[in-house]
């Protein structure tokens, strides 16, 4: 109860001292910063319609390489921390009991959809809203779907280690050829085309795709390895 | 090359040298360190006074150059250094780790002479830390008990150092020098509270080396537990670098405003003096016994140095030469008996003055001029601080000094009764004298205790010209040095040495030769089991050692003083302190939240004070 | 391909990618690679600072050709410069001492060990060398789920609960920086933070205490301060041993960066000084304290780190041109130093599950050379010459003498005996005490005696002559120092 | 309007971090300690969202026909950092949940009280 | 007159007295204390008679070079001792001016403690534990009374700024008085510790001579004996007139010393025969409480 009321007390300083702050802010106002820059610059330097891709994948893509890092470091680290040795025998099932067959053949239906749609998704990232991280997360549904209604279904490890591997080169890469290019890391070095073409922006579609494979392949291994581990015999251990 | 940086290279190069000698090459070990330590001499004594080098390291401005003081002090590092490196070949022959042991051992020998060779606080200090950690490495080299007297040595060690680091960049911070020169001559202009802290905190550095009450716990466990190859040099030159830099402070750094501080000190030493000699009295391991004496004759040193007066000082000084001569000497004879007997516990060995001679003879003339006995060189050190404090009005000084002098006598016996006189034992009837690399060193010594009691100028000469530095006028007449014999003290009594010696040759030869002379043919040897006991015919087993609870009378008249020792003072607190801490680890207490819980904690802390206090 | 700053990210980043793949190829690659690419960055550290150091100017490097404050920057300052060098040097020892160690993990395991260790280095070297707050916050991110990662690496240790705590603290470390960062776009809309300095006079000072306050509080987790230090024991004792030495020698450091970046070229607000020197004591007088009371051998090196941190801080929150010169050299100091300690540590306590000090009893006898560098490392930092670590703390002294804070040197100085009777109570079991313990030694192989012997003789040969490192930083301390320079050189580029 | 905007936007977004907070700071289950972390993000995105908010703003999304409307648009700088922002809380949250299941494993408990191996 | 010859036969005449006197009031002790023990006592030659007698003992056995040196070491102190005082005053005898100028009361007080070291040494070489008792005793019992002693003779040295014997004996020439009314505390002190530098009755647990048959006495025989004997008149004889010269102002011809000395001697005679006998640390423990207190005393006068 004293920790309690002790938290309560600190947060009541903490929040009155935010909310004291926050709201010096002016709401829904505009402000004069660098985001004007951007709304202006973006569909004349890059001809990106979204500015929003335009800042994640060009202006600051070096926060995205580093947040895609971030991701990989996750996938990683979840492997790492979940990692134990397989067993002589040991059967990959998941669980006993299979869903029932309503979810099995919802499943069936809604996963090339869902696949579909993330890939409309990150493909469209510099046009529309979305891009590789949404479209990545929405095809990682598609394969948790899959875990869930068919417990036996099986995810290819090397698959996934492969596609996120490449994606994250391509990513990194591209970034280099600027470089090479006598540029700056990550500057476009391809023609933008035209606003609102698919083909537009340079390589913010290209990282956009790779960011979409990753993000989906490294979401998948994520699900997979804590579905994985959590079996009731993993917990006999220890 | 300059002969300063060639000397400390080669003691510092030696020494790794050494320590890879051992690994590779062990015959050729005793021999390298002697010859090092030989050509250490020669550049040191070889070198032109005005050497002198500057340079500029990590931005601060660095100096070095031997002081005519310094110079003094060098003579007793290198001598005492040589002799005994000399006296640990044949010491240490048989016992591990002996690259290690030469390598710490002439790391302090280069640390004493880098010390000595600053003529800034920071090499200074650089080498003085140097010298304590390779004299803690000695320290805690062998023995027992290694854990409780590494951990003091080095816990009043750090505190002495660190104490001196606070004062020496105090010093920095209001003269923004760090070189001698500069300071003795800006430090009289920073203010006076500041002053007295840079003197006591200095005060509190060299106490420590020197083993000052209350600083001195460490001394008795250190300077016992080492090799005695060691701890001759240990309580002999390391210890004289305490008294160096009480020299350095009293003379330099203290205003004459400050008599406070020179009766402070002079107090406190003697106080150390007294109850370390009491200390000495009642123990009975020999090792123990001359550690304890070696911080009441540091005590006789220290107290000289403070009085100030012109005798008094050069008592001091006398004093650490000859402490260095004698206490050498009498740590290698106990590490002879230890070498060959097995032990220096005085309740266990006994009768060895016929198996080992010379060792007693070395150490019955050290003991004589430990004791300040004339006509030996303790005594001239002796009589001119007796008489320098008594003509500068230090009565109750004198007594205690006197005190302590006196008692002194009861611990110079029993050493000397208590390893080579009374009964001789079987069990010690293998023991052999000890080998020549030892007596060679422990007579020589000795031999300079003789000397310097007839012909003191031999020693009072480099003292003289270290106290001119010191900014005393020179006082001695302008003869050679075997031509001094008459002391004089300010108000005009004298001694004369030389009368002294003559006399008490003459009578001692006289009767010595009259007594042999008169039925020597006659007289046989008998053992010492041959005695007349009230009648009683003793039998071989029967048992009359008489070695336990020496002076137990005299323990029980000063008990009251003996009761509470002062380590137990620092125990307690020491124990306290732990307790504490132990309350402080309870901050941790392994649950994440409530770490977390301190975050907010402290974030809520910080926005509520950074609106008050930090005028956001 | 010209030589330049970014490639100090996105290669570990191409390089991490690729592990993986390499790993199918052949197991070895994934060990090789992260060397190869920390030989490079260790290269092209040398030749970097060279460059600026000749030619007296700083490197600032624009991503994706839109210069600051509208693209992302990095700033191959003296400063960071230094850091980031620092970090990739003693990134590549550190790999070599890992290259061999614990061969009995999985083939797999040991793939993702070296991608996290890699990262972690990566994160704190981008932390360093990035101009813009955001990306300073991923970095900072990437750090901590790297750390996060390899703290639980090991199954048989308490791994897990040490990386929970040390998550749970640092989500509030980013909820704090990041709930900074938003309000301080809100204030100065910009992210660059050399325009956010530029504009900081301007903005109003309730707010912007409150972000100074959020950002202190969030880099002082990182940085181990005070009340804020509560995972770190944990996490150096679990962590695998070369990790420690990273957290000692780079993810901390990054942290501090972090603070100081924020108070001394962000807001540049005198009076917090005094509180980063308060809460710099309380830190090091705690921390050393327990480590004083410590059983267990990796634990107390440690406290001991935490402590050494509390001195950085006081060093920099003294704020003199010398005090900074000091608390720099420390940084430096400290990473070698104890990084070592953490390195030769670990092989003293290498099979040992509880690590206690029992464990180093009469050690010195069975691994001589391991021993006798921690001894020399315990020398080294508790300030003995001639090591490295003495000149730092006399600098800071001094540094302290000048503007005559007698107390905090008479802290300082207490605590430095606190902290040599602990490290001298170990040299002393490893030394002077029978081995009682059964548990199995481990021979350090020869390129983890390397790695530790390189460090070793930085320690010495700084110790012997500092002149080798003060030149450096004094450079990095001028530029540090030098805001206005910061920003123009940081504003200026690009302009035609 | 301006002002009920405020509060619901801002108060919302602070008062969802508060609740966030006192889940990480005062329950005592792991994943109860996990799911208040997350909450903690969400608070906080919203927030940053809505600093970025414009009164009868538009995405900042340049089609045909808004492509002159770029006054009326939203900042994208918040929402780009937002999207970086959750990408992390992610991540940090599966490390947690992954950390949570191994405490669990290992100590078959979830209170965060009965973890202590390490301490002091 | 200032030959070498001269001077040994001064020297040689100076210690023929002190053994004369010695041997004297060593016999006259002997025969008070019969006196009051109702005895009739030896003859106050008696103690010629035994030294002649030990001398023309053979001894046969010895138990190493310290014991054969230990007794030389004895009468070396003694005899350089003698040297050192100045036996009258003024410009008395010049005869007996041996090297009065060339030592003070410092060094005199360490020369003193040589004599009972070296005994000491040789009674322990004779592996006799009751000698090393008795040479235990009597150290510790040394430490007891030189500090009374040495404070008066501080004492002195502050109230008249000279440290050496003779100028205390030309002050008290030229004031016409005696120290020991300038300076009444130091002389009580003095007398207080002189009692137990005579070993006699009460502080004579050093030989324990009435219940012990043992120790350094029953150890050395012979002509060691002897030359202890003659040791110890010479050094009763050597107190003695240091004590007068110092605080009775000397003597100005043979008979006043005499005179002198034996009034100052039957101090201790007397106070012994009244007394029963001190352990170790009550001894000690005696010295350091009254006698102390009249040494702080005795430099207070002195220093106001």
Redesign the interface.
Known sequence: MI??F???L??S???Y?????????P?????????????????VDLKV????T???V??????????V?????????????????KQKGEKEARAKNPSSRIIQIGSQILFPMIILLGGYVFIHGH???G?G?QGGAIIATASLLMLISYRKFKINH?TI??I???A??V???L??V???LG??????FLPSGE??DLLSGGIIGIIYIAVGFKVASELTG?ID??LL??RPE??K?? | MNSLILLLILVFGGALLSYLLNKFLPILRDGFVVLLMLLVNYVFFTMDSATQIEFEIGGIHLQWAFSSAAFLFGIIVSILGLLSITYSTAYMQGKDRLGYFYMNFLFSIGSMLGILMSRDLISLFFFWEIMTWSSYLIVIYSGKDVDKRGLKYIVFSAIGAYSMLMAIVIIYGFTGSFLLTDIFDSIFAIKASYQLAIAILLMIGFGVKSAMMPLHVWASGAYSGSPMSFTALFSGALSKMGVFGFSLVLFNLVSNQNWLINEIIAWLAAITAVLATFYAVIQSDAKKLLAYSSIAQLGYIVIGLASGTYLGVMAGLFLAVLHAVFKGTLFMAVGAVEKQAGTTDMTKVSGLIRKMPWTFTASLISIIALAGIPPLGGFVGKWMLYEALITSDHYYLVIMVFLSSTAAFLYSYRILFGLFLGQEEPEFAHVKEAPLPMLIPMLLLSGISVLSGTFPGFILEPIQNAMVSFGFDPRLPNIEWWQLSVLFNSWGDKVVLQNVMISITAVFLIALTLITWKGYKKQRYVTTKDISSSGEIIQAEDNMTFQIDFYKPFERAIWPLLKRKIDDYYTDFGNGLEALFDLVKRIYNGNGQFYA?YV??F??LL??AGTKYFGF | ??I?P?HY??LP??A???I??FG?LNKDLARIIPGLVLLYLSYISVVLMNQIISSNTIIV??????RP????NLVFSPFTGFLASMFSMLGFVIWMYTYNFKPEV?N??KQ??Y??FM?LITGAT?IVLTG?I??LF??L??TA??A???T??Y?ERDG?EA?FKYLLIGSFSSTLIL?AIL?L???????NMAEIALKMPAV?P??KG?ILILFFVGFGIEAEMFPLNGWSPDVYTQAPGPIGAIFAGMVVKAGIYGLIRVVFTLFDVKEILPLLVIIGMITMAVAEVIALRQGKLKRMLAYSSIGQMGLVVVAFGIGTHESVFAAIFLMFNHAIIKGMLFLSGTYLVYNSTEKTLDDVDGIGKYLPFTSFLFALGSLAIVGMPPFAGFWSKLYLLMAAADVRLMAVIAIILVVSVIEIVYYFRVIHRIYFRERTSTIELKIPSFNAKSAMLILAIIIVAVGVYPDLISGLIERATTDLLDKQSYIQSVLSVGLK | M?EF??IS???TA??L??IG??AA??KKNLLKIVIGLSIIDSGLHL?FV??????N?T??????EV?ES??Q?V??????LV??A???G???T??A???V??L???HNTAAIDEIKNLKW | MNTILFQLSGALATILLAFTVGMFYGGIRRKIIARIQNRVGPPIYQNFLDVIKLYSKDTSIHHGAMQHMGPVFAITASITSLMFIPVLNGDGWFWFKNLNFSGDLIFLVYMMVFGSLGMALGAGQTGNPNSAIGVTRGLSQMVGYEIPFVMSMVALMAQFHTTSITGLMNIQMQENTWLMFSNPFAFIAAVLAMLGMFHYSPFDIVHAPAEVASGPVSEFGGKYLGLMMSSGSIFAFVKLTLFVDVFMGGAANLIELVIKTFALYLIPVLYGVVSPRYRTEQAITYFWKWPLFFGILAILWASF
């Open positions: 920790k309690q002790f938290v309560i600190i947060l300083i903490v929040g001292f935010l909310v004291d702050a926050f709201f010096k802010v709401f829904g106002e505009k402000r004069n910063n660098v985001g004007n820059y951007y709304i202006e610059k973006s569909p319609s979204n500015a929003v335009a800042i994640v060009n202006y600051r893509g070096f926060d995205t390489l580093g947040e890092t971030v991701l990989f470091l996750a996938a990683t680290g979840l492997g790492s921390i979940m990692y134990r040795r046009l529309s809203p891009g991280f090397n280690t492969w996120e591997s490449i994250g080169v990513f990194a890469s970034g280099f600027g470089l090479v540029r700056t890391f990550l500057e476009n606003l609102n994520v390895t804590v581990n959590n993993a917990q251990e220890n | 819980i907010m904690a974030l809520a926005l509520i | 391909m010209v330049s970014v990210i996105a980043l191409m991490a990618f690729l993986p793949l199918k490097e624009i991503i994706a050709g839109w404050p509208w693209g992302i999985d797999a395991q993702k060990f991608v996290l990262m981008g813009d955001f990306n991923v970095f991110e990437i789920i790297s996060y990662s390899l639980a690496f199954r897990a990386a709930l309000l776009y809100t204030q100065v809309g910009t992210l109003d309730y707010m409150v | 301006n905007l405020t936007f801002y108060g602070i008062v971090m508060l907070l006192y700071l005062a927030l809505a600093i970025g908010f414009i009164s703003g995405a900042p999304i340049f089609s045909p492509l770029a006054q648009m900042d994208p700088v918040p929402q780009a999207l970086t959750i990408v992390i992610f991540a940090t599966a490390v949940l992954a950390l299941i191994r669990y494993k290992h």
